[in-house]
Every structure is written in C-alpha cells, then in structure tokens.
C-alpha cells in the first residue's frame, strides 16, 4: 500500500514501496518476505542541494520511479479431527434418531445436535453420516409398517390406523431433515445421485410398503369401498381419503397402485347403474341423473382424487352412462320431449351429448322428428283447413327450441330448415295454394282483434313458410286471385298491409314475381281517378239516369287473373250506364278495348219490404234475378232462366243463395236445399232482419273445384312455356348436347318441381315443332335448329 511521507520544504509525498508477507502455516501472523532488503523500503530522496544532476549528451525526460508491491499471501491448514470424532457425534445422533422414532424425549439439545452434524460435515464424514441416518430410518420404518401386518379388519379403521402411521413417519422424517439440515445443504447437495433426507425417507416407505402387500392391498381396497359407499348414499370420512390418496401420490405410486384399479371399479360400477337406470326411469330422470353423477365425480377430484384423475375418470363415466345409451336415449325420450316442448331437459341432453360428441345423432333425430311430425301435419287433407295455421306454430316450437336448447347451433338450423323444405313439398302444391289462402284470410276484412304489429308479425312468419315452397308459381297464382278478389270487392284489410307483403315477396323473389302483383294496385288507383273524371264529365251529367250510382274497375288484362266471360241480360238502367261509360273512356283512350266482367260485379239494393225498408248487398247476378220480381209475384226456374241468360250453374248457386241461405230474400216451392228444374219462386213478403244492411252471401265469393282446377292448370300451362323457353336458351347457346346434360341443365335453371318426364315431352314437342333435331348418328344427342 502508498503511505505518504512528509517534507520541510514542500507538501509532496512519495510512495513507499510494498512489502511481500505470507501466512506461517502453523501460526496467523504475517511476516516480512527476507529476500527484500531494507535500502528497498527507503524512500527516494530529492536531491539536497537542489542542482541538477549530470547528465548524458543527449538529455533524456525524467521517468518517475515505480513503488514495488507488498503481497499478503493467506494459507488455511487442514483441520484435524479429533480422535473418535464419528463416533461420539453419531452416538449422539443415533439416540436422538432412535428417540424421534419412538416419540421419546432426548436429553440432547437440539443445538448440539445440530453441531454435531455440521462437525462430521466439515470433517468431510457427510457420506458415512448419510447412509447411517438412511439405515436407521430404514430400521424405524420397516418395523412401523410390519406393526400394521394383521390388525383389524375393519377397513375404515385399518386406514385410520395407516393414515396415522404415514402421519407420524412424515413428521419423523421432517424432525430428521431439521437437525441435518446441514448435511441436506452440503453433501446432498455436492453429491449426484443422492437423494434429499425427505426423498431418502419417502423412498423408505415406498420401498417397505411394496414389501407389504397385504398393508397396500388392504389400503387399495378400502379406498375403493369408502368411494363406492360414498356413490351408493353414504357419507365417509373425506379427510382420511384425502390424506391417504395423497400419500400414494407422494409415494409416487398413485397411477400404478390406486388409479388403475379405481377406474376399473368406476367402469363396472357405471356400466351397472347406467343399464339399471335406463330400464327404471324416462328419459328426463335419466338425464338429470347423469348429470349429478358427472358434478359428484367432479367434486371427488377437487376434494381428494389426485387432479391427474379427472379427465380420465370424467370420461369413464360419460362413456358408461351417457355414450353406451345414446341410440336407446333418443329412441325412449326424444320425441316425447319434443312433443311436449320440454325446453330445460333438451337443453340437458343438448349438453351432456356435446360431451361425447353426439350431436350428430341428436341432429339426426332432430330431423326424422320434423320430418314424422310435419308428415301428419301436411298429408292429412282433412285437416287442410289448419295446416298452414299448424305449421306456423310448429315453427315457432322448433325456432324456440333451437334458440334455447340447443344453443343456436347453426347445424341444427340448418337441419330445421332442410326437414321443413322436404315436408312442406310432400303434396307438391297443396301447401303453396293452401299459404295463400291464408294469407287472403288474414288480410281480409274482418280480422277483428288484430293490431297491425301482430299482423305484421304474422305476415313475417308466413313468408318463413313460403321460402321452403318449390313451386312458387302455384303460390303466386293462387294469391294473385285472392288479391283481386280483395282488391275489387274492397275486402282488404289493410291497404298499407297490402303493399307490405308485396314489398316482402319482392325482396324474396326479385320485381319480376310482384310485377302483375303491383300492376293490380295501379290499376285500381288509376280507377279511381277514371271514375272522379267520369262523374265531372258532360256525358255522366247529361245521359246519366238517376237514382244509380256506379263505379267501374278497368283492368289490364296482363295483370289480373283469367276470368271466363259470363253472359247476363243487365236491367236497362245498368245497360245505359255500361254504354256511356265506354263512350267515356274510349273518347280519352283511343285504341283501347273494354270487356265488362260481370262475374265479378257487386251492388247495393235498395228493397221495401213490407215489414221495412233494407239495402241489401249483393252480387249482380243476384241482383239481376231480384230485379225480375219487380214485375212479377212468382216466377219460375225457368222464366228466370230465360229472362235473366244466366248460365245455368251460375243460376242455380244464385237462386240457391237467396233462397236457401241464411238470408231468404225469396222463396223456394217445394222447400228443398238444391235448386231443381221445376222448382218456382216468389218474393219474401214476410222478411225481416235487425240490421238495415243486409250481406247476401254471394256465391261467387266461395272458392269451386273448377276455379282451383283452371287455376292450377293455368300454372302448369305457364311452366310449360317456361320449359320451352329454357329448353331453347340452352340449346340456342350450346347448339348440340345430349339429352342428359340438357336435362341436367333445365333442373338446375327452372326454379319449380318438375318430373323428367314433363322435361321429356317438352322436348319432343319442340322436335315436332322444328325447333331442334335427333343427331342422325346418335338419338340420344340432339342439335338446335336455327
């Protein structure tokens, strides 16, 4: 080290140069190193006389001297054991071991004790030391699990017995480590293959349980009996399975010793109950069972199964309960649940099915349940009147069902939707004609009750109903007839209704499905700006006879359904109005023609009875035969037949209507409910009715066999003309093809249900009409003629 020096003439110092000192082995002192002399520890002294020094001819810088440096060198000697070291400190050691083990007090305190480890540790006797406290705890612990060889036989209180056991050698082994805790840190430690005095002890215990297989057999079993009481009912002492279990876990014998067997057990056990449960209880019960069992099983992990258990064990017992069961399950219960929307128990099965992944089944069956149920639904034709009601409700179940059962699985849905197509489509147009006439019901006047929300929302629902139809031709033509039925009658409920529902068809199936269904509703606004110009108009202030008001519909025949045209000689009042109306028209639209329907006339009557005056709403063939008795008392089939030209099945259902309904404006001789050839009628003196205005049901308002049958085959016509078309599109652009890619091609082009057949014919009439050839070298290829 620098020691400073001082100076009379200045305040520099000067370093000293450093000593070497080493340490004699046999003492702590430092001593001088004799090879440095004493001159060597003098200080470098300026020049006294301050003159400079001589020097070379050539003058070199001045270099400070260098301090030379003092080392300390420290030995350490080897310590020496004293004589019969090991000995005494084991002695000691061994009566504290010995003492421990038989849980008797030592005189020794524990700080020589733990001196005495730490003596035979630094006097490198670690090893010895380890392997004389290993073989002593083996003594103790061999001979505490002998100790349980042939005790009780009661199997609780044998595992009271080795859990007490196990619970005294853990806390011997701890007792143990605490006063070596010194050779744990040391020798341990340095050494490989050597285990940790807790490790040594527990191997100990594992070693001499192994060779106790009686002790180890009867634990096992008594373990699995404690669990199988607690599954049967009963309530066992958890605490004693938990630290047992925790002690094959500790031991490292947990999977091999206990968990092999348990799941053997939980196997046979499940298995057992699973086929029991299944023949005693529905299917709801049965659920809610599995469900308990797999929560119990759950909690046996958290509170004493090792946590390496509860996938397996979990498994085991959805296997045996639920996987086993799954087809009988659906067959016993499924439908039943269904049928009796039992939402909470589907949603049971929904989930416990997800856990061993059978929801493909449940959809399955989910399937043939819409399919069997939707079955009775549409193919019973007595109950058509309801079917379209019925479906809507059964919907509305299965939509209810899969938002809360079945967790809104888009597979699920899609399967609702694919079993609804295939049954609304059994009967190939019933369902889509029997639609539409739910909806004229539902739009037609005299809905009392219904707000116009709930109107919209069963609009909504229906439209559900009218994507699954293929033919949807059927269905418009059906709806366009029940609309101009509303239209023209002023039947409507609601004209903003109306326009709603086209609005949702449109959205559906594009402006080209609504386009007549939009025209109709020009039509009759058109109408009535036409009707406001003619009562302005000079020829209706003029020519007009009075006493009439009338109103005229005109039509664009491309719209509107087909009517046949029905003949009827009109009163001559109603004749003149017909004619100055034409008059009217055709002076404003030039080039225009006017064919007048009166099938689909109405009128308001005024009657005097002579019981009262009442206005009688009728149809105008109603009120042409009512208007013959204004010259006449009694008439007969025929003289009414003659005067009016009604057809004669039209005047048949007419005189049926006043003289055989509800409201008998005339009287039939004899009585009778059909109207026959020699029948005669007169006016009803004698009647009355509460009201002033009085419906005469009209019985052009009721739906005949012959209007459904020109209806349908007016579809059919339509699709054939669609078929021809497509069928020269195809052809016009690929100019030659085989008759099975054409067939393929008109299937996947035409949006309506036909059979290949229909196809085979269109295509034939179409060779006939030279619109295409056979192939001369191949029939089975036609070619397109241009």
Same mark, same amino acid.
């Given at each position: 080290?620098?020691?400073?020096?001082?100076?009379?003439?200045?305040?520099?110092?000067?370093?000293?140069?450093?000593?070497?000192?080493?340490?004699?082995?046999? *003492?702590?002192?430092?001593?001088?190193?004799?090879?440095?002399?004493?001159?060597?520890?003098?200080?470098?002294?300026?020049?006294?006389?301050?003159?400079?020094?001589?020097?070379?001819?050539?003058?070199?810088?001045?270099?400070?001297?260098?301090?030379?440096?003092?080392?300390?060198?420290?030995?350490?000697?080897?310590?020496?054991?004293?004589?019969?070291?090991?000995?005494?400190?084991?002695?000691?050691? =061994?009566?504290?071991?010995?003492?421990?083990?038989?849980?008797?007090?030592?005189?020794?305190?524990?700080?020589?004790?733990?001196?005495?480890?730490?003596?035979?540790?630094?006097?490198?006797?670690?090893?010895?030391?380890?392997?004389?406290?290993?073989?002593? &705890?083996?003594?103790?612990?061999?001979?505490?699990?002998?100790?349980?060889?042939?005790? +009780?036989?009661?199997?609780?209180?044998?595992?009271?017995?080795?859990?007490?056991?196990?619970?005294?050698?853990?806390?011997?082994?701890?007792?143990?480590?605490?006063?070596?805790?010194?050779?744990?840190?040391?020798?341990?430690?340095?050494?490989?293959?050597?285990?940790?005095?807790?490790?040594?002890?527990?191997?100990?215990?594992?070693?001499?349980?192994?060779?106790?297989?009686?002790?180890?057999? %009867?634990?096992?079993?008594?373990?699995?009996?404690?669990?199988?009481? !607690?599954?049967?009912?009963? $309530?066992?002492?958890?605490?004693?399975?938990?630290?047992?279990?925790?002690?094959?876990?500790?031991?490292?014998?947990?999977?091999?010793?206990?968990?092999?067997?348990?799941?053997? &057990?939980?196997?046979?056990?499940?298995?057992?109950?699973?086929?029991?449960?299944?023949?005693?209880?529905?299917?709801?019960?049965?659920?809610?069972?599995? !469900?308990?069992?797999?929560?119990?099983?759950?909690?046996?992990?958290?509170?004493?199964?090792? $946590?390496?258990?509860? =996938?397996?064990?979990?498994?085991?017992?959805?296997?045996? #309960?639920?996987?086993?069961?799954?087809?009988?399950?659906?067959?016993?219960?499924?439908?039943?649940?269904?049928?009796?929307?039992?939402?909470?128990?589907?949603?049971?099965?929904?989930?416990?099915?997800?856990?061993?992944?059978?929801?493909?089944?449940?959809?399955?069956?989910?399937?043939?349940?819409?399919? /069997?149920?939707?079955?009775?639904?549409?193919?019973?034709?007595?109950?058509?009147?309801?079917?379209?009601?019925?479906?809507?409700?059964? /919907?509305?179940?299965?939509?209810?069902?899969?938002?809360?059962?079945?967790?809104?699985?888009?597979?699920?849905?899609?399967?609702?939707?694919?079993?609804?197509?295939?049954?609304?489509?059994?009967?190939?147009?019933?369902?889509?004609? @029997?639609?539409?006439?739910?909806?004229?019901? %539902?739009?037609? $006047?005299?809905?009392?009750?219904?707000?116009?929300?709930?109107?919209?929302?069963? #609009?909504?629902?229906?439209?559900?109903?009218?994507?699954?139809?293929?033919?949807?031709?059927?269905?418009?033509?059906?709806?366009?007839?029940?609309?101009?039925?509303?239209?023209?009658?002023?039947?409507?409920? +609601?004209?903003?209704?109306?326009?709603?529902?086209?609005?949702?068809?449109?959205?559906?199936?594009?402006?080209?499905?609504?386009?007549?269904?939009?025209?109709?509703?020009?039509?009759?606004?058109?109408?009535?700006?036409?009707?406001?110009?003619?009562?302005?108009?000079?020829?209706?202030?003029?020519?007009?006879?009075?006493?009439?008001?009338?109103?005229?519909?005109?039509?664009?025949?491309?719209?509107?359904?087909?009517?046949?045209?029905?003949?009827?000689?009109?009163?001559?009042? @109603?004749?003149?109005?017909?004619?100055?109306?034409?008059?009217?028209?055709? *002076? /404003?639209?030039?080039?225009?023609?006017?064919?007048?329907?009166?099938?689909?006339?109405?009128?308001? #009557?005024?009657?005097?009875?002579?019981?009262?005056?009442?206005?009688?709403?009728?149809?105008?063939?109603?009120?042409?035969?009512?208007?013959?008795?204004?010259?006449?008392?009694?008439?007969?089939?025929?003289?009414?037949?003659?005067?009016?030209?009604?057809?004669?099945?039209?005047?048949?259902?007419?005189?049926?209507?006043?003289?055989?309904?509800?409201?008998?404006? #005339?009287?039939?001789?004899?009585?009778?409910?059909?109207?026959?050839?020699?029948?005669?009628?007169?006016?009803?003196?004698?009647?009355?009715?509460?009201?002033?205005?009085?419906?005469?049901?009209?019985?052009?308002?009721?739906?005949?066999?012959?209007?459904?049958?020109?209806?349908?085959?007016?579809?059919?016509?339509?699709?054939?003309?669609?078929?021809?078309?497509?069928?020269?599109?195809?052809?016009?652009?690929?100019?030659?093809? *085989?008759?099975?890619?054409?067939?393929?091609?008109?299937?996947?082009?035409?949006?309506?249900?036909?059979?290949?057949?229909?196809?085979?014919?269109?295509?034939?009439?179409?060779?006939?009409?030279?619109?295409?050839?056979?192939?001369?070298?191949?029939?089975?290829?036609?070619?397109?003629?241009?």
């Amino acid at each position: 080290m620098s020691l400073p020096t001082k100076r009379s003439g200045g305040a520099s110092t000067t370093p000293m140069k450093k000593a070497k000192s080493i340490f004699d082995p046999s *003492s702590n002192d430092a001593v001088l190193d004799p090879s440095i002399s004493l001159s060597d520890l003098k200080p470098d002294l300026p020049n006294p006389r301050g003159t400079p020094m001589a020097a070379n001819l050539t003058r070199k810088k001045a270099t400070p001297p260098q301090p030379k440096k003092l080392l300390i060198k420290f030995t350490k000697g080897k310590p020496v054991a004293p004589t019969n070291l090991e000995e005494q400190k084991w002695a000691t050691l =061994k009566t504290a071991i010995c003492a421990i083990f038989l849980k008797k007090r030592d005189s020794c305190d524990l700080e020589k004790l733990y001196q005495a480890v730490n003596d035979l540790c630094i006097h490198k006797m670690g090893g010895n030391l380890y392997q004389r406290i290993e073989k002593e &705890c083996d003594v103790h612990i061999s001979a505490a699990l002998q100790s349980l060889v042939g005790q +009780s036989p009661d199997l609780p209180s044998f595992l009271s017995l080795v859990d007490n056991c196990w619970q005294d050698i853990c806390d011997q082994i701890l007792m143990i480590r605490d006063i070596a805790l010194y050779l744990d840190r040391t020798y341990v430690k340095q050494s490989s293959n050597v285990r940790s005095l807790w490790d040594m002890g527990l191997q100990l215990f594992r070693k001499h349980l192994s060779l106790s297989p009686e002790v180890q057999h %009867k634990t096992v079993t008594g373990l699995l009996r404690m669990i199988g009481s !607690e599954r049967s009912g009963e $309530a066992p002492n958890r605490g004693l399975l938990n630290h047992l279990l925790k002690m094959f876990t500790a031991l490292g014998i947990y999977a091999e010793s206990f968990e092999k067997l348990f799941l053997e &057990c939980t196997s046979e056990f499940y298995a057992a109950e699973g086929v029991k449960y299944m023949q005693q209880s529905d299917v709801p019960d049965y659920l809610k069972h599995v !469900e308990t069992r797999l929560q119990e099983e759950h909690e046996r992990c958290l509170i004493y199964l090792d $946590a390496s258990t509860r =996938k397996p064990l979990i498994a085991m017992t959805e296997k045996q #309960l639920l996987e086993r069961h799954i087809p009988a399950i659906l067959d016993k219960g499924f439908f039943m649940l269904m049928d009796g929307n039992r939402i909470e128990d589907l949603q049971r099965m929904y989930s416990l099915f997800s856990r061993v992944n059978a929801l493909e089944s449940l959809r399955q069956a989910l399937s043939s349940y819409i399919r /069997k149920t939707g079955q009775g639904i549409v193919m019973d034709e007595e109950k058509d009147k309801d079917m379209v009601q019925s479906l809507l409700e059964f /919907k509305a179940a299965l939509d209810t069902t899969w938002e809360e059962s079945y967790a809104k699985n888009e597979a699920f849905s899609n399967t609702i939707k694919d079993a609804f197509e295939h049954l609304i489509n059994l009967r190939q147009n019933r369902p889509a004609e @029997l639609i539409a006439k739910f909806l004229d019901d %539902k739009l037609r $006047a005299g809905n009392k009750g219904t707000s116009e929300e709930e109107l919209e929302g069963t #609009l909504d629902k229906v439209l559900v109903l009218f994507r699954f139809i293929q033919g949807k031709d059927v269905f418009e033509a059906f709806y366009k007839k029940d609309l101009a039925k509303r239209l023209l009658l002023g039947k409507s409920a +609601s004209i903003d209704a109306e326009k709603s529902m086209i609005s949702k068809l449109k959205t559906e199936c594009g402006s080209q499905f609504t386009n007549k269904l939009e025209g109709m509703f020009k039509d009759i606004e058109l109408s009535k700006e036409i009707n406001e110009s003619f009562k302005q108009s000079s020829q209706a202030r003029t020519k007009l006879p009075s006493g009439i008001e009338m109103s005229v519909h005109v039509l664009t025949t491309g719209y509107w359904p087909t009517y046949p045209p029905m003949d009827v000689r009109l009163p001559h009042e @109603l004749n003149v109005y017909q004619d100055i109306f034409k008059e009217f028209y055709l *002076s /404003k639209y030039s080039g225009r023609r006017l064919m007048w329907q009166n099938s689909l006339g109405h009128c308001v #009557l005024k009657a005097d009875f002579p019981k009262g005056k009442k206005e009688l709403a009728v149809s105008l063939f109603q009120t042409v035969v009512l208007m013959q008795f204004n010259d006449a008392e009694k008439l007969s089939f025929q003289d009414i037949k003659d005067c009016t030209g009604i057809e004669d099945k039209e005047l048949r259902r007419t005189l049926q209507s006043l003289a055989c309904g509800k409201v008998r404006v #005339l009287l039939k001789m004899p009585k009778g409910r059909d109207v026959e050839d020699d029948d005669s009628f007169v006016f009803n003196d004698t009647f009355t009715a509460p009201l002033y205005r009085i419906k005469v049901n009209a019985i052009q308002l009721k739906e005949t066999v012959e209007e459904n049958t020109s209806t349908t085959e007016r579809v059919f016509q339509d699709r054939q003309y669609q078929v021809d078309a497509a069928i020269v599109r195809i052809m016009k652009t690929r100019k030659v093809l *085989s008759h099975t890619l054409l067939i393929t091609e008109l299937f996947q082009q035409l949006k309506f249900p036909i059979k290949p057949a229909d196809l085979k014919k269109r295509i034939e009439s179409l060779i006939d009409r030279e619109y295409l050839e056979r192939d001369k070298s191949n029939p089975q290829v036609y070619n397109y003629l241009a």
